[in-house]
């Protein structure tokens, strides 16, 4: 008897027939994919009767504020035409996207080969002129994405960097007598125990832990003595510093490895305010500084985080505070 559904021909369609379809699974696959991942509402948006070539609105329940959400519009694209991944990164052929550049909102982008299951992502903040062609592994899309999407949105609308902060120090030149040292060291230490009590929530990172790890750092043996003490004088206000945004945000240097079960990411963060100053008691006057901090964010998933529903909340992330220090501005 034959058999219909091994023997039937697949009907020959267009290629733009071939591209519509492919765009519309894309979307389809997408739509579960950021559902999952960040804990988010999907809604399709008609092609027909939308002219501002948006696909998806994507709702995400906010990760450490409760009954807040973060809202964005996400555009999906497919295949080879707008990207290519080499040497574990993704490549985006910006000439092809240069309907995303200047738009009045910030943009999510979302791509796939169509081919295999992995799903990748990047932002584009609003009114930009341009975006960057090569993303790194965490552009894979998973249940780390929304603390990454978080910070973006918020590091976008607030740049407060530390404004109408003041903290003191003796001279210009940092020099201390072994007894006023002692005495710096101590104070800095007692405050650094008070904050490590703290729920410390800063708007873009989230929680930060305090831990042993930034005070061995700040006082390790073998730092050049005017960092140390540069650290030492500012942190009686590191507190009210970290629930701040900063004015800038880098990665400097990340991290990816796995075992059989978990994905394991970890990133160094260095955030720059650039409104905080430090009263000069010997020059008697307040003088600008860029103060400079440190992060390690840690976080893991399970690889078959697709494929379970209770495998997408296994997820951990942590940040903790490294290290503290400032510069005179010039």
């Given at each position: 008897m034959k058999n219909f559904f091994t023997n039937s021909i697949s009907p020959k369609i267009s290629t733009l027939q071939q591209n519509i379809n492919n765009g519309k699974t894309a979307e389809k696959y997408f739509s579960g994919l950021l559902t999952t991942a960040l804990d988010a509402r999907v809604n399709f948006v008609s092609r027909t009767d939308d002219d501002a070539k948006l696909d998806l609105v994507t709702i995400m329940s906010h990760p450490w504020i409760k009954n807040s959400v973060e809202i964005f519009f996400t555009q999906v694209k497919s295949g080879p035409t707008y990207g290519e991944i080499k040497d574990e990164k993704l490549v985006i052929h910006t000439d092809k996207?240069?309907?995303?550049?200047?738009?009045?909102?910030?943009?999510?982008?979302?791509?796939?080969?169509l081919d295999d299951s992995e799903a990748y992502w990047f932002f584009i903040k609003s009114n930009a002129r341009f975006f960057k062609s090569e993303y790194n592994f965490t552009h894979k899309l998973s249940p780390l994405?929304?603390?990454?999407?978080?910070r973006m949105v918020n590091s976008v609308n607030n740049k407060d960097g530390g404004k109408g902060l003041?903290?003191?120090?003796?001279?210009?030149?940092?020099?201390?007598?072994?007894e006023n040292y002692k005495i710096l060291r101590?104070?800095?230490?007692?405050?650094?125990?008070?904050?490590k009590q703290q729920d410390i929530i800063n708007p873009i990172f989230g929680k930060i832990d305090i831990t042993?790890?930034?005070?061995?750092?700040?006082?390790?043996?073998?730092?050049?003595?005017?960092?140390e003490v540069a650290s030492l004088e500012i942190i009686s206000i590191l507190d009210k510093i970290l629930k701040l945004s900063p004015n800038k945000h880098y990665i400097v240097e990340h991290e990816n490895s796995q075992d059989k079960e978990y994905h394991f990411r970890q990133n160094e963060f260095l955030l720059s305010y650039d409104n905080i100053k430090v009263f000069d008691q010997e020059q008697n006057k307040l003088i600008n500084v860029r103060v400079f901090i440190k992060l390690l964010e840690i976080g893991?998933?399970?690889?078959?985080?697709?494929?379970?529903?209770?495998?997408?909340?296994?997820?951990?992330?942590?940040?903790?505070?490294?290290?503290i220090y400032y510069k005179q501005s010039s």
């Open positions: 996207l240069q309907d995303l550049v200047g738009r009045n909102h910030n943009s999510l982008i979302c791509w796939t080969k994405t929304k603390f990454d999407l978080t003041i903290f003191n120090r003796r001279n210009n030149k940092s020099k201390y007598t072994s101590n104070t800095a230490k007692s405050f650094y125990a008070k904050f042993r790890l930034g005070w061995k750092h700040i006082t390790r043996e073998r730092r050049w003595y005017y960092y893991s998933y399970l690889k078959t985080w697709k494929e379970k529903p209770e495998n997408t909340v296994i997820a951990n992330r942590r940040v903790i505070f490294k290290s």
